[in-house]
């Protein structure tokens, strides 16, 4: 199946830091992207939507400001964690959809620790 | 809004039996998608069903997409302990910016 790299898979920062994660869609060029976020033993919970070169989508609740989503390429989406704080704490997914495709490929998550 | 119904929330069964995971919504879907997700990591995608009345087989895994267009299951024969994980089905509506609505997940459990 398609390849969808995040990165990094952990990272530990201070609260009022901020933190990005890269998801890239290796063999395939993707369209839109998508940023989940899962608390321990939930379910995925969908923060994003983005498309290349246009804004993200936001879901309701979720901070626009707080979570800044680029999707500046076909193969490479972005989401910035801006001045975290342990509530953000949480492990964060992306998937990525290919042209002409209704499969969604995962990336392997970042857990993000906010001290 | 749209939901899955994923139930139980965990099963356990013994190396060597079968188990069947059924996923029910309240609304059609055009595609069911079936993940397992392992402690840790992103979900993969298992099986993808895209026609109601659909049964497609990967390996020892077989799953079929609702002639009602409002369920599916997940069939495993022959369990091993690596099928531990945690199972999710999720259900998609037509169109490029289309979300996938999740299930809960069944956390499933093998003993050797």
């Known amino acids: 199946g398609a390849v969808v790299s995040q990165h990094p898979s952990r990272v530990i920062c201070k609260s009022g830091t901020s933190v990005k994660i890269e998801c890239r869609s290796l063999?395939?060029?993707?369209?839109?992207m998508f940023w989940y976020r899962q608390f321990p033993k939930q379910s995925l919970m969908l923060m994003a939507t983005?498309?290349?070169?246009?804004?993200?989508?936001?879901e309701q609740g979720v901070e626009k400001d707080k979570f800044l989503i680029n999707h500046a390429s076909l193969t490479l989406s972005t989401l910035t964690v801006t001045s975290a704080h342990p509530e953000d704490s949480s492990f964060y997914i992306c998937?990525?959809?290919?042209?002409?495709?209704?499969?969604?490929?995962f990336g392997s998550g970042t857990q993000l620790s906010v001290l | 809004g749209q939901q899955l119904n994923q139930s139980p929330q965990s099963m356990f069964i013994q190396e060597g039996e079968d188990v069947s995971m059924n996923c029910t919504s309240s609304?059609?879907?055009?595609?069911w998608l079936w993940y397992k997700q392992d402690p840790g990591e992103g979900p993969v995608l298992l099986i993808a069903?895209?026609?109601?009345?659909e049964l497609t087989s990967n390996g020892r895994l077989t799953a079929q997409f609702g002639i009602t267009r409002k369920d599916s299951f997940l069939n495993i024969s022959a369990s091993i302990p690596s099928d531990v994980g945690i199972y999710f089905c999720?259900?998609?509506?037509?169109?490029?910016?289309?979300?996938?609505?999740f299930g809960k997940g069944i956390t499933l459990s093998v003993r050797p």
């Open positions: 999720a259900g998609q509506l037509p169109g490029a910016n289309s979300k996938l609505t």
């Open positions: 998937s990525a959809r290919g042209t002409g495709t209704e499969k969604l490929f």
């Open positions: 983005s498309n290349e070169g246009s804004k993200a989508t936001y």
């Open positions: 609304s059609i879907f055009n595609t």
């Open positions: 069903l895209y026609k109601a009345g």
């Open positions: 063999d395939f060029q993707a369209t839109t």
